[in-house]
């Protein structure tokens, strides 16, 4: 059964505003600029967070002196090479 150019052109548009209010539903936007910059906001904390995950290490509070937290984030290069954390 072939569709006629109209209807297959309908079916195109719906499917395209289908998709449209998924985007609004799921992103709160439809626009796709807003979309990417929002996409590459993302990317750059991503790397930021490995960044930070790469340069400082966590380490027992028991090993530095420091009042009410539990855990502290050290630069890397202020460890000695042996260590073991």
């Known amino acids: ?25 799921e992103l709160g936007s439809s626009d796709i600029d807003t979309i990417i910059h929002e996409f590459q906001n993302l990317q750059k904390e991503l790397t930021y967070l490995y960044s930070f995950k790469e340069n400082y290490r966590k380490v027992d509070t028991n090993r530095i002196q420091i009042e009410s937290i539990s855990k502290a984030y050290i630069p890397n290069h202020r460890f000695h090479k042996n260590s073991n954390q």
Do not use: F, N
């Not at 072939?2 to 449209?20: F, G, H, N």
């Open 1 to 25: 059964m072939d569709q006629t150019l109209e209807e297959q052109l309908e079916s195109q548009i719906v499917a395209l505003y289908k998709e449209k209010e998924e985007l609004e539903l």
